[in-house]
């Protein structure tokens, strides 16, 4: 019954592969995002997709390549992964409502660690 | 530019009366989010404010000033669950949902 289901929970890989998160939720949301947490805790909104539309996309490099195949969906592809892309990585959702009200939901989070 | 300011840790007391502040300056603003984020575990919703004043919830409250740009969590009869880090997080965009968060205030609750 989990509201928004991210795998995989831990990522170790090296320096310079490519791999991919995903992201899934069951709340019948039309947003979706992907968030980093640094080691400070500090987090950051990378992407956002509305009904499979990017629309927040903040600075991120273009290694990073989100992928939402339908509104309950959304992918993270990293190629040439680094050292400074070790991070806790978040997806949410949230439902693109009327009232301003409207919280994220989170899921559990994938900490990558890049060696 | 987007700045939003929380202590970085707080410790107290179980039983005891916990005010987190948070102060932020942001190019829009559309509301203010608090969240619990447990050590290891995704953020939760806590509350959300978007007019000035008190909201309160069992035994969190939020306050909001819009016009100092300022707003607290005020968390009462405190318990050791309630160790955990509390993210403040503006709204900026009406149509998006874009929250910048702050970079969370570590509550440690002993005994």
């Known amino acids: 019954d989990t509201a928004v289901s991210q795998t995989p929970k831990y990522l170790v890989t090296q320096m310079g592969n490519d791999k991919s998160i995903k992201c899934e939720q069951n709340l019948g949301h039309d947003t979706m995002y992907w968030y980093k947490q640094d080691s400070k805790k500090f987090l950051k909104i990378m992407f956002s997709y509305n009904n499979k539309e990017l629309i927040i996309n903040e600075t991120v490099p273009n290694r990073f390549s989100p992928k939402s195949p339908d509104k309950a969906h959304l992918n993270l592809h990293i190629n040439s992964l680094e050292l400074g892309d070790s991070a806790v990585y978040f997806c949410?959702?949230?439902?693109?409502?009327?009232?301003?009200?409207?919280?994220?939901?989170f899921g559990s989070g994938t900490q990558l660690s890049v060696l | 530019g987007q700045n939003i300011d929380q202590p970085t840790e707080m410790t107290a007391t179980e039983g005891a009366i916990v005010q987190i502040n948070c102060t932020y300056q942001?190019?829009?603003?559309?509301?203010l989010f608090w969240y619990q984020q447990h050590a290891g575990e995704a953020p939760t919703f806590l509350s959300y404010n978007v007019l000035d004043g008190l909201e309160e919830k069992g035994r969190f409250s939020s306050f909001l000033s819009r016009s100092k740009g300022y707003s607290y969590l005020l968390l009462k009869e405190l318990q050791m669950k309630d160790s955990a880090s509390y993210l403040c997080a503006v709204r900026d965009d009406a149509g998006f949902q874009k929250l910048v968060f702050g970079t969370g205030t570590r509550l440690l609750v002993s005994p």
């Open positions: 942001t190019s829009g603003f559309n509301g």
């Open positions: 949410a959702s949230s439902h693109r409502a009327r009232q301003g009200s409207e919280k994220l939901f």
